[in-house]
């Protein structure tokens, strides 16, 4: 009887550190595609973007995040991944979240295209890729330059610094 019991007790103790240990699973930074693959064109008129079930770019993938440049070095895994993407030169929408709550959004963008964009971009294929760093994507503003961009610059979010820090990321 006493040990049944003691059984009884380990059991329901386990049980409750896996479920606590469950909901305080934190994801940190991604970066995901929108659910529905949701045109850039229409992101600013939508007040609500269901998000992707996967990210394109977890925490795990990110070797570095040069804060500064907003630089993000990624795995050789996670690089072709992006890279392969298919981007139209009127860009691929995306999110981007610190566990699963949205950020900011913008767009990935072809580095050929004609296109000006008045946003955060990500430049897949980039005519001018970022120096001395194979694997790395710089998450801009603006396209094809900075001055395209008129609005607030929503990268130096506070919450996803505190992520990117917690994960031992910044540079």
């Known amino acids: 009887m006493k040990t049944t019991l003691i059984v009884a007790l380990m059991v329901v103790w386990l049980s409750t550190l896996l479920v606590f240990s469950a909901c305080n699973s934190q994801e940190g930074f991604a970066i995901y595609l929108t659910r ?5 064109s229409q992101m600013p008129i939508l007040s609500h973007v269901d998000i992707a079930d996967e990210p394109i770019i977890s925490i795990d993938d990110i070797v570095t995040y040069k804060w500064g440049i907003h630089a993000i070095e990624l795995t050789p895994e996670a ?14 929408s995306f999110v981007v979240c ?7 959004w913008g767009a990935f963008w ?4 004609s296109q000006s ?3 955060v971009t990500i430049a ?9 760093a194979p694997f ?5 503003l603006g396209y094809p330059l900075p001055s395209f961009s008129q609005g607030e610059d929503p990268r130096s979010n506070s ?12 540079k």
């Not at 610190?98 to 900011?104: C, E, F, N, T």
């Not at 790395?136 to 801009?140: A, E």
């Open 136 to 140: 790395s994507f710089q998450i801009g």
């Open 36 to 40: 529905d693959d949701i045109p850039v």
């Open 79 to 92: 690089y072709e991944r992006v890279d392969e993407l298919e981007v139209s030169t009127s860009g691929r």
């Open 98 to 104: 610190v566990d699963k709550q949205p950020i900011y």
């Open 124 to 132: 897949v294929k980039p005519i001018f890729p970022v120096e001395n």
């Open 110 to 113: 072809a580095g050929y295209s």
């Open 117 to 119: 964009f008045d946003g």
């Open 159 to 170: 919450v996803i610094f505190e992520s990117l820090e917690q994960a031992g990321k910044l």
